[in-house]
C-alpha cells in the first residue's frame, strides 16, 4: 500500500523568507509524485509533479521541489515566500503501475506567511 | 491544462433528501473519475472511482447504496448522496486523469445537510 506523510500540520513563515513543507512517501517501486495547493473552499490546484528525471523539479507560482530517492522524501520549497502564498498544501503518491491512477494525499499542511 | 467542473457549488438539503452531484470533464474525456471526501481541516479521502460503462469502485467503508455514482458518459459522472444526514455534511471533490501522469480536479461541492 502507498502512503504519505506530511509531519507538519502548520508552518509559519515570514514573508521574504525561504520556506520548506515536507513530505516523505512510501510506494511500491518508483513514485510519482505531486504537490497540490488549495484556497479557501476550492478544490485544489496543481502546483508540480516528479515523473523521471531531474531530482529538482520546478512548478507553478516560484514552487519547487526536491526529489530525495534514499530519503524518500519530496519537500517543496520557495526561496522566498509570499503573503498570497498562504493556503493548505497537499503531497500525494501514486505507483508506476498503468491503470491504477490513485492518488494518496498527506494530511495537508497549512502554509501561513506572515507580512 | 484540462477543466474539470462540478455542479453544484454549494447544496443545503434538509435531512432525508438526495442531493444529486455533478462533474465533467470541460476539455478531454475521462474514462475514469474519482470521488473525493474532505472534512474540515482534513486531507482529502478517496470515496469511490466511477468507470464509464460500468459500476464504480468503491473504497472500504464507503456504503454504495448510500453514495451512488453514475458514469453516464466520458464527460460525466454523477454523485447521489441518498437519504442525507448531517453527517453527510462535508466538502466533495471530484477529479479526473488526463493521459497517466496527472489528475485534474474540480473546484468541489460544499453539502451541508440540516
Known amino acids: 500500500a502507498q502512503s504519505v506523510a506530511q509531519p507538519e500540520d502548520q508552518v509559519n513563515v515570514a514573508e521574504g523568507n525561504p520556506l520548506t513543507v515536507k513530505c516523505t512517501y512510501s510506494?511500491?517501486?518508483?513514485?510519482?509524485l505531486f504537490w497540490y495547493v488549495q484556497y479557501p473552499n476550492r478544490g485544489l490546484q496543481f502546483l508540480l509533479k516528479y515523473i523521471t528525471g531531474d531530482n529538482l523539479v520546478k512548478g507553478s507560482y516560484g514552487f519547487e521541489a526536491e526529489f530525495n530517492k534514499s530519503q524518500t522524501s519530496f519537500h517543496l520549497k520557495k526561496p522566498s515566500a509570499l503573503v498570497s502564498d498562504s493556503a493548505l498544501y497537499f503531497c500525494?503518491?501514486?505507483?508506476?503501475?498503468?491503470?491504477?491512477?490513485?492518488?494518496?494525499f498527506g494530511t495537508g499542511t497549512r502554509l501561513t506567511i506572515i507580512p | 491544462g484540462a477543466v474539470v467542473s462540478q455542479h453544484p457549488s454549494r447544496v443545503i438539503c434538509k435531512s432525508g433528501t438526495s442531493v444529486k452531484i455533478e462533474c465533467r470533464s470541460l476539455d478531454f474525456q475521462a474514462t475514469t473519475m474519482f470521488w473525493y471526501r474532505q472534512f474540515p481541516k482534513q486531507s482529502l479521502m478517496l470515496m469511490a472511482t466511477?468507470?464509464?460503462?460500468?459500476?464504480?469502485?468503491?473504497e472500504q467503508g464507503v456504503e454504495k447504496d448510500k453514495f451512488l455514482i453514475n458514469h453516464a458518459s466520458l464527460t460525466l459522472s454523477t454523485l447521489t448522496v441518498t437519504s442525507a444526514h448531517p453527517e453527510d455534511s462535508s466538502f466533495y471533490i471530484c477529479?479526473?486523469?488526463?493521459?497517466?501522469?496527472?489528475?485534474?480536479f474540480g473546484p468541489g461541492t460544499r453539502l451541508t445537510v440540516l
Open positions: 500525494a503518491v501514486r505507483g508506476l503501475n498503468f491503470g491504477n491512477e490513485k492518488l494518496t
Open positions: 477529479s479526473a486523469p488526463s493521459g497517466i501522469n496527472e489528475q485534474f
Open positions: 466511477s468507470n464509464e460503462g460500468s459500476k464504480a469502485t468503491y
Open positions: 510506494v511500491s517501486g518508483n513514485p510519482y
